[in-house]
């Protein structure tokens, strides 16, 4: 009797292709929205909710031997609506489980990635709140101050002067000046980093950091500008084409300026649903299936604790 032989080759026992247990994961961006948005209490049922407003009263000169006049407070309404419902959801199927070693791994991500997604989705909704609010195409004057236009730096980007002008805009509508709060996006850092009369380290001495270090660590300025704590986003929202005033943005996104002062944080918000995760087992596709929902409303509460620049992001 014969047998057969084979030629052992380094094909026989060498793998040629090796899979890690490691899952590369994409790089997230920080979330910050959610700590400025004033979350309404006692809203029990229904998806409408209404805040009564009062005015400030004026006083009259007074005519000794004259009756004084009376004057009421002046009131208003603010309406808050939950507008959003939001779900997203994904499968592994039996046969993928069975077969692949990573399946458990893939598995654990679903929950974490799909409540990321969701507060995403939320921070977006935040950061649109602004330039939302207001009217497109104008400087929304509030107290005889600009609450809105065109980043005032070389082709619509932004200059260090729209800082001070959105500390002006505040201190006429009275907001108070506690931890003020600028969102900016990525491009608005790149254009204070090289503008030209901040780089010239002999006219600016106290930015000479800025060419050693960089203006940023992270998502935040390494210094304030003229007392604004500056922070980083990609999640602003992107405007296109505006024209205020006489400057037209070609690319823009909306950058913020607000106080968040407690007492006066300019967002409003209600979680009628916190994101809920629900699965179950679909025998007709033969694949566990996971839904996440969340219900919740969001709107601008305080217009004039809201100052919005718009700048070109193409100029990078």
């Known amino acids: 009797m014969t047998f057969a032989t084979t030629t052992v080759t380094s094909g026989h026992v060498i793998r040629s292709q090796l899979w890690s247990s490691q899952l590369k994961e994409v790089f997230e961006d920080d979330l910050m929205a959610l700590k400025y948005v004033d979350f309404l209490t006692g809203f029990p049922d229904g998806d409408q909710f209404n805040i009564a407003s009062l005015g400030q009263m004026q006083p009259n000169d007074y005519v000794e031997g004259q009756a004084v006049k009376y004057s009421g407070f002046d009131t208003g309404q603010f309406l808050f609506t939950i507008t959003e419902y939001k779900s997203i959801a994904t499968h592994i199927t039996k046969k993928m489980l069975q077969d692949s070693f990573l399946s458990q791994q893939i598995k654990g991500q679903f929950v974490p990635k799909m409540r990321r997604a969701l507060d995403k989705v939320m921070e977006s909704d935040i950061l649109s709140l602004g330039p939302e609010g207001q009217t497109t195409g104008s400087l929304n004057v509030i107290n005889g101050a600009d609450h809105r236009w065109v980043g005032s730096g070389p082709n619509e980007t932004i200059a260090v002067d729209d800082f001070a002008r959105a500390s002006y805009a505040l201190r006429k509508a009275e907001v108070p000046m506690n931890n003020l709060v600028a969102i900016v996006d990525p491009s608005v850092a790149y254009a204070l980093e090289t503008a030209t009369n901040l780089t010239n380290v002999s006219n600016n001495p106290k930015w000479e950091g800025i060419i050693r270090d960089g203006i940023t660590t ?52 209600a979680v009628r649903q916190a994101p809920v995760v629900e699965s179950e087992y679909n025998k007709d596709y033969q694949r566990e299936e996971y ?26």
Request: proline share 3%; no cysteine; hydrophobic share 40%.
């Open 291 to 316: 839904v996440m929902t969340t219900r919740y409303g969001l709107k601008l509460y305080r217009p004039e604790n809201m100052v919005v620049v718009i700048t070109d992001t193409d100029q990078v």
């Open 218 to 269: 992270g998502m935040q300025f390494r210094m304030n500008v003229y007392g604004w704590d500056v922070y980083i986003s990609n999640n602003l929202k992107s405007i296109g084409v505006e024209a205020i005033d006489g400057k037209t943005t070609a690319t823009g996104v909306a950058n913020l300026f607000f106080s968040a002062d407690q007492s006066a944080l300019p967002f409003v918000g």
